[in-house]
């Protein structure tokens, strides 16, 4: 059956249990209604009329980067659409989507236009098959500038990762700028510095920024400027980071306030095993460099590591680097990226913030 052939799924008595798209792959079907309704385009326009209306709800003032549309979160599974100020970039996942992408785009147009974007970028395909083509209106520029909760931050909506941000970590982002003032701040696995630039603006003292990709470091650099922070606050490392933290423990240095958000370790469910054991290893690396009553923030993107792996692995990392460890908060995903309660893998999100108690 072609992908994006409308499907339906029957009980063994012959009755309507949910409606579909067919797909390749090990997702035989997507499945966007349990009712006994056409999939068309009033339905696409239903639902992401939905979406908009919620995120007028929880997008937070100050903000015009969110995400608008969020997959099987909004009941459009492999459809998932970020706002960046005057463009967004529409993601679509599988070979269902991508036959369905004209109507998606015209379901999608009045929505975008609602905000004032003038222009929506389409990814498709992964790593060496992604395509990334202008689906309507203008094109972006190289890089576009936004605000989270008044913080600026710049977006590339041709290469960068995920849509062009991590903008689930806006929550997390917010935090660290409260907590931030007169802290000595190492931001691990930094990308465009969105955690550095927070921790400046919240009055750390220092913040060190770490990434193995020059260019993720550079944007690092730009973030920071785009802030008005001072430059000689911000100190860069191109580094591959268990290396960086071996030498700064071998130099005894020790940080208030340590981000671990690693790129995920376990991209599926076979690499669960190993991944589990780079988050221990991690988490009591990060630890020994912490100093007395200072803060840890560790951040899983993993959906193949639910919560309470996550909370293990840091337990043992802290047992380990021989801490006790205060939480003070446990959070996930933002408002503007809903999960089904049904469906707990779209828990892919998972952050601790602790307080070292020694």
Same mark, same amino acid.
């Given at each position: 059956?072609?992908?994006?052939?409308?499907?339906?799924?029957?009980?063994?008595n012959?009755?309507?249990?949910?409606?579909?798209?067919?797909?390749?792959?090990?997702?035989?079907?997507?499945?966007?209604?349990?009712?006994?309704?056409?999939?068309?385009?009033?339905?696409?326009?239903?639902?992401?009329?939905?979406?908009?209306?919620?995120?007028?709800?929880?997008?937070?003032?100050?903000?015009?980067?969110?995400?608008?549309?969020?997959?099987?979160?909004?009941?459009?599974?492999?459809?998932?659409?970020?706002?960046?100020?005057?463009?967004?970039?529409?993601?679509?996942?599988?070979?269902?989507?991508?036959?369905?992408?004209?109507?998606?785009?015209?379901?999608?147009?009045?929505?975008?236009?609602s905000?004032?974007?003038?222009?929506?970028?389409?990814?498709?395909?992964?790593?060496?098959?992604?395509?990334?083509?202008?689906?309507?209106?203008?094109s972006?520029?190289?890089?576009?500038?936004?605000?989270?909760?008044?913080?600026?931050?710049?977006?590339?909506?041709?290469?960068?990762?995920k849509?062009?941000?991590?903008?689930?970590?806006?929550?997390?982002?917010?935090?660290?700028?409260?907590?931030?003032?007169?802290?000595?701040?190492?931001?691990?696995?930094?990308?465009?510095?969105?955690?550095?630039?927070?921790?400046?603006?919240?009055?750390?003292?220092?913040?060190?920024?770490?990434?193995?990709?020059?260019?993720?470091?550079?944007?690092?650099?730009?973030t920071?400027?785009?802030?008005g922070? /001072? !430059?000689?606050?911000? @100190?860069?490392?191109?580094? $591959?980071?268990?290396?960086? +933290? *071996? =030498?700064? &423990?071998?130099?005894?240095?020790?940080?208030d306030?340590?981000?671990?958000?690693?790129?995920?370790?376990?991209?599926?469910?076979?690499?669960?095993?190993?991944?589990?054991?780079?988050?221990?290893?991690?988490?009591?690396?990060?630890?020994?460099?912490?100093?007395?009553?200072?803060?840890?923030?560790? /951040? !899983?993107c993993?959906? @193949?590591?639910?919560?309470? $792996?996550?909370?293990?692995? +840091? *337990? =043992?990392? &802290?047992?380990?680097?021989?801490?006790?460890?205060?939480?003070?908060d446990?959070?996930?995903?933002?408002?503007?990226?809903?999960?089904?309660?049904?469906?707990?893998?779209?828990?892919?999100?998972?952050?601790?913030?602790?307080?070292?108690?020694?």
């Amino acid at each position: 059956m072609p992908p994006g052939t409308i499907v339906t799924a029957v009980d063994e008595n012959n009755r309507f249990v949910a409606r579909g798209w067919a797909d390749e792959g090990p997702i035989a079907i997507r499945v966007l209604t349990v009712r006994d309704e056409p999939i068309d385009a009033e339905l696409l326009h239903r639902r992401m009329q939905a979406a908009h209306q919620l995120r007028l709800r929880v997008v937070p003032p100050q903000t015009d980067a969110f995400r608008l549309v969020h997959g099987e979160g909004d009941r459009l599974p492999g459809v998932v659409c970020d706002v960046y100020g005057k463009f967004a970039a529409l993601q679509l996942d599988g070979a269902a989507a991508v036959v369905w992408k004209k109507r998606i785009i015209e379901a999608l147009v009045p929505v975008l236009e609602s905000y004032g974007v003038r222009g929506l970028m389409v990814r498709s395909g992964r790593r060496a098959q992604r395509a990334v083509t202008v689906g309507w209106g203008e094109s972006p520029p190289q890089e576009v500038q936004v605000q989270e909760n008044g913080l600026r931050l710049s977006a590339d909506l041709y290469h960068g990762q995920k849509t062009g941000l991590f903008l689930d970590h806006r929550p997390a982002r917010a935090l660290v700028r409260r907590v931030a003032r007169g802290l000595q701040v190492l931001d691990l696995y930094s990308y465009v510095g969105g955690f550095s630039a927070s921790a400046g603006l919240g009055g750390a003292a220092s913040v060190h920024t770490v990434d193995i990709a020059p260019q993720a470091i550079e944007h690092a650099q730009r973030t920071w400027a785009l802030n008005g922070l /001072a !430059s000689e606050r911000q @100190h860069c490392f191109v580094s $591959d980071v268990p290396t960086f +933290l *071996i =030498e700064q &423990a071998g130099a005894r240095r020790r940080y208030d306030l340590i981000i671990a958000d690693p790129p995920s370790f376990a991209p599926n469910e076979a690499s669960r095993h190993a991944a589990l054991a780079a988050y221990r290893k991690l988490h009591q690396a990060c630890l020994e460099l912490l100093a007395p009553e200072g803060f840890f923030l560790a /951040a !899983s993107c993993s959906s @193949h590591i639910d919560r309470r $792996d996550f909370e293990e692995v +840091l *337990i =043992e990392g &802290a047992d380990r680097a021989k801490r006790s460890l205060q939480v003070l908060d446990s959070s996930g995903a933002p408002p503007d990226h809903p999960r089904l309660l049904a469906f707990p893998e779209g828990d892919y999100l998972k952050v601790w913030f602790a307080r070292a108690l020694d």
